[in-house]
DNA sequence: GCGATCCCTTATTCTAGATCAATAATCACT
DNA sequence: AGTGATTATTGATCTAGAATAAGGGATCGC
């Protein structure tokens, strides 16, 4: 609703966090400014809007609710609340996450610039995990139910719709894999690959990056402890294939990296 | 295509599995017979058809291939095959899986009759795993771009098969979890009690069961090997939480297994 | 019905990664 | 700028489950 003024300080923080992020220095990834709509925002070919022309991307801002942008730690939704929408990140990070009986969390998800959250909710109508912003986020908010409308009136977003599902039913099951018979380093290797490929998707360096997650999260991630993955990290850094600086990251050899996960190379 | 010289033999293989693992022992689940309808078929409330209304049904059928059974070991399809359908099991049983560089596969997933196989390859427009009957068993194929067009025209079916898409991504998920941070017990005991649920879902004993999967099979499914799953199962039996003999196994103490897999008793 | 192959179990050893512990670095708040 | 809280690193043990080995059963193909 009110998001007007809160915006001076979001886009220098916007600002700082991407000129780090970035190798050019130059180019700025969609801005935490919450009046962008579909057409303008620079993610659109990535996003919900792939595949749309101009009047369909124009009924589909229609729907989204671009809401004030979240704080570190401030919850998109929690486990068991009521399904309502699914969520584009506009700019920052989420994590989503269970709690396990014993109250630690385990992380299921990092998401990042272009990618849909809580499509987990859809089968029993209630989210299945919490999901929790890492740092200053923003987000589009589509709520579902009309998501299902416009979708059966433009079938290019029923395609599209379909496809994103079933993107997340592939990735979730390379993960199976990854967890059920990669070692530490290979899931450790993979996991930085796959960030890479992910901040390459929205234009960002693939080879220097923050973390916007803690070893921590890592580690719940990929059936870790923090100490395994802050091992790894450090190990990898000796052998020369990665340069870790706390949160900082640059990956210097890609190959090598790509070598430990297994043989494809593209 | 030609399908009906070889239902002699299905229908006593069909029987006799059945039989044994049905406690009642009389009720017939959705026999391997390729005639039959949506509308008539056993499984029509939980496979694709639900929330449809007879005319629906109807529609839905008509885009339905019937196809021959297949024997144990048959492939409904391999890794990077073109993605052209989805699949519904009528009988039997399937596992999917790939094969890692060094030749060895990783079980991904068990589907079981009125489960859907295939979506996996919905966004990059081919199969990421390959899917291999498990004993005879038969299955109904559903021309993706038939059902998206008839999707398009039924309200209903995009809204179903988008809860059965997020369904698939909520259970995988919930696995990302087992496997991150559940002991081999754990691990196994939640895999058993996910095939009790399942086998209920169909009208089938909850608690006794044949298990169409190898020892290995679940290992590699669950991240561990034969010889742990070995050991784990006359581990519960010691503990007197199940009664295994081979592939048959019951489930007598289904309260002592949800303690392990942790609280919730539902 | 018989051999070959695959499947399952059990015992023994070994190791990757967990756990425990302690310190250092960084961050968030006043 | 200082203080407490979180986060990261490193080292020393310990253990769950892998690996290896080997025998007995079941199942399949002929």
């Known amino acids: ?64 609710e671009r809401n004030r942008p979240l704080k570190k730690g401030d919850h998109l939704y929690r486990q068991n609340d009521e399904f309502r929408s699914v969520f584009a990140v506009r700019s920052g990070s989420f994590k989503s996450y269970v709690l396990s009986d014993t109250g630690q969390g385990r992380v299921t998800g990092f998401y990042l610039p272009g990618e849909i959250i809580g499509m987990d909710g859809i089968a029993s109508k209630h989210y299945s995990n919490s999901t929790q912003s890492l740092e200053h986020s923003s987000i589009c908010e589509i709520p579902f139910s009309q998501l299902e409308k416009l ?52 234009s960002l360096s693939p080879t220097r990056f923050l973390l916007p997650m803690t070893r921590s999260d890592i580690g719940e991630y990929l059936g870790l402890t923090v100490e395994t993955v802050s091992r790894i990290f450090t190990a990898l850094q000796k052998k020369g294939l990665i340069e870790v600086n706390n949160r900082e990251i640059e990956l210097t050899d890609l190959e090598a990296l790509r070598a430990i996960v297994g043989v494809e190379t593209c």
Not at 13 to 26: A, K, P, V, Y
């Open 1 to 64: 609703m009110n998001t007007q003024n809160i915006q001076g300080k979001d886009s220098m923080l916007d600002e700082l966090s991407l000129t780090i992020r970035n190798d050019s220095g130059t180019q700025k990834l969609c801005p935490h400014n919450s009046n962008i709509s579909c057409a303008s925002c620079r993610l659109n070919e990535l996003c919900l809007p792939i595949a749309l022309n101009k009047t369909e991307i124009h009924q589909l801002d229609e729907i989204v």
């Open 151 to 202: 979708s059966h009136q433009l079938p290019n977003l029923q395609h599209h719709f379909f496809a994103i599902m079933g993107n997340e039913i592939a990735k979730d099951q390379q993960i199976h894999t990854l967890l059920s018979s990669y070692s530490a380093e290979e899931r450790t290797a993979s996991f930085l690959l796959g960030l890479s490929s992910r901040y390459a998707r929205v």
